[in-house]
């Protein structure tokens, strides 16, 4: 059974960092692409961060540059290091899975999610 557990979530000033973390069973990272997503209430699931086993990553404008995903094969654990935080980055964050060597920030691709941990940015 696949298991994906997010922990690392809190609230911070405008400005400052955070680091979440996803800790995986039932499957090896390091096989699979993994992703971090979020979301804000009344707003669609968007995708922050992606990485796939070979070191390829991807992110979208709203936060290249201040945001790095990376991953621990020993661990078996994703990771997400946010900096110059915002509070429009305010959102439940998720970690997910996808198998497959393809690289997406697009939730539909991905097949096993976390439940979440919430991050408040206040200004």
């Known amino acids: 059974q696949v298991q994906l557990l997010e922990s690392g979530g809190g609230s911070v000033q405008a400005g400052g960092s955070l680091r979440l973390s996803c800790a995986a069973s039932?499957?090896?990272?390091?096989?699979?692409?993994m992703a971090w997503f979020r979301q804000a209430p009344g707003k669609e699931r968007e995708g922050v961060a992606a990485?796939?086993?070979?070191?390829?990553?991807k992110y979208p404008d709203s936060v290249k540059g201040r945001f790095t995903v990376s991953q621990d094969n020993a661990k078996n654990t994703l990771y997400l290091q946010m900096n110059s935080l915002k509070p429009e980055d305010t959102a439940m964050y998720y970690c997910?899975?996808?198998?497959?060597?393809?690289?997406?920030?697009?939730?539909?691709?991905?097949?096993?999610w976390g439940q979440g941990t919430q991050v408040t940015v206040s200004s």
């Open positions: 997910a899975a996808r198998y497959g060597p393809a690289l997406y920030l697009t939730s539909v691709m991905y097949t096993y």
């Open positions: 990485i796939c086993s070979d070191g390829r990553t």
């Open positions: 039932g499957l090896t990272v390091s096989r699979y692409c």
